[in-house]
């Protein structure tokens, strides 16, 4: 019988290669034509224990080294080859479950001052695989030996002609504090006629961070959609701040309508509490008003291992795409593809698919986090992007709307055009979650 791990990886696999009639074995080599033969042991995922570092083995795979990480070196091959058959001589099952479930997150205690798991504590950082999506990788030596025996191409085709996706994402945490918080700003610059200017517009017209329409119209440039998610609290919380803006107020509900109109998606980024509590998220997702709420991100990137897959199950939530360091960008579960969620709680795969965010603006650009100047930034984020196309992925990216401001965040406007445009080069489908969503597992949400 399969376990758990072996399900978990063809469930994801599948997700993006077609194998409905391929034979495969894992733990074994008893004559099926593709075999995985080595197995950690079942009892490790019964304790609450990590992996010996000491047992981490690097291989070369596709010009890249990547880690086995339940092996000791062998002197085999990855994989063996005859005509017929097909040897896989590492456990890229048991690699890849550790990293997709998040197992690594879930044992660990290494939490920030929000509770949040931490880039400095992570197994990806002690690798130092921020940039290498390592599941895909594994995926691919499965593919490399399927495709050897079947003599086929298995790849599903899931973007039509292009060669990624490239899912746009905003979170909309403030839309009324230009005035204030850029006025700040420009006082520190020493730009002191710029503050009337900020105040004025906020009287006569709207805070220069309302800027929905800018945004729409610069993605439109692009042929471009994307997923907009709105913070349905207001104020202050016991861990920081929530929205400037009622959610249930006249002008955010026409930005709403108009956003649907544009054919944008609109989504939930659930409030602070909400990652481990239903009841929060759930009254999130009503505060909003809509009845096509299909996606969420948590606000802070907040997401507890344990317990917050259970809680956007219960929400009845399809995906999610809050995965990513704050701290820093990259593959935080060592994967460009979309991916089912690891319930912890229940022991078994989650219904949730998790598109992981693989660069968030602030990441790039605050000095608390890697603090790039804008040339540096769009020079890591292609160098993301090349590395996602060549597994035909999905590059998630997150631009506030505060970034598309000439105050507080001046110049990074030009980043996101940029980024699209490297995008568009790349042959890259810019589109929103909801649209990966129903790409890839096939249903109409």
């Known amino acids: 019988m399969m376990n758990k791990q072996f399900n978990f990886f063809l469930k994801n696999f599948r997700l993006f290669y077609d194998i409905d009639d391929v034979e495969i074995e894992y733990g074994k080599s008893e004559g099926k034509p593709v075999s995985i033969s080595r197995k950690c042991e079942d009892s490790f995922w019964l304790e609450s224990n990590d992996i010996n570092r000491d047992d981490v083995v690097w291989k070369e795979w596709a010009g890249v080294k990547i880690p086995f990480l339940f092996e000791k070196e062998n002197g085999a091959e990855i994989i063996t080859f005859t005509d017929d058959k097909a040897v896989i001589n590492y456990d890229i099952v048991a690699s890849a479950f550790y990293f997709l479930s998040g197992w690594n997150e879930y044992v660990s205690s290494s939490r920030d001052q929000s509770g949040r798991v931490t880039y400095r ?168 008003n809509s009845q096509s709420i299909i996606g969420n991100r948590f606000h802070f990137l907040m997401f507890d291992p344990g317990k917050t897959v259970d809680v956007l199950e219960k929400c009845d939530l399809k995906y999610d795409t809050s995965l990513s360091f704050a701290e820093h960008i990259g593959f935080r579960r060592g994967s460009c593809y979309p991916f089912y969620l690891y319930n912890f709680e229940k022991d078994d795969i989650s219904s949730v698919v998790e598109i992981p965010l693989i660069v968030m603006d602030t990441s790039l650009s605050s000095g608390k986090y890697m603090g790039l100047d804008r040339e540096e930034a769009l020079q890591k984020v292609c160098e993301l992007m090349d590395e996602t196309e060549k597994f035909n992925g999905v590059f998630t990216l997150l631009w506030h709307n505060t970034s598309f401001s000439d105050y507080k965040y001046t110049g990074w406007r030009k980043v996101y055009i940029d980024i699209l445009a490297y995008g568009r080069k790349k042959n890259g489908l810019l589109t929103n979650g909801k649209d990966i969503y129903e790409r890839i597992t096939g249903k109409e949400a």
């Open 121 to 288: 504590g992570s197994i990806i950082n002690e690798l130092n695989i921020p940039e290498i999506p390592v599941v895909n990788y594994y995926f691919n030596i499965l593919e490399v030996a399927v495709s050897h025996v079947y003599k086929r191409n298995i790849k599903r085709s899931l973007w039509g002609a292009n060669n990624l996706a490239v899912c746009l994402t905003h979170d909309i945490d403030t839309c009324r504090s230009c005035w204030l918080e850029g006025s700040f700003s420009e006082l520190k610059k020493r730009r002191f006629l710029s503050i009337p200017k900020l105040i004025f517009k906020r009287i006569l017209t709207k805070d220069d961070w309302f800027n929905f329409k800018e945004i729409v119209e610069i993605e439109e440039e692009f042929n471009a959609t994307s997923s907009f998610y709105f913070l349905p609290r207001k104020g202050k919380s016991g861990m920081g701040k929530n929205a400037d803006y009622n959610i249930r107020s006249k002008s955010i509900q026409n930005v709403i309508s108009f956003l649907k109109e544009q054919k944008k998606e609109v989504g939930v980024h659930g409030s602070f509490g909400s990652h481990t509590d239903e009841k929060i998220l759930q009254n999130d997702i009503r505060r909003i």
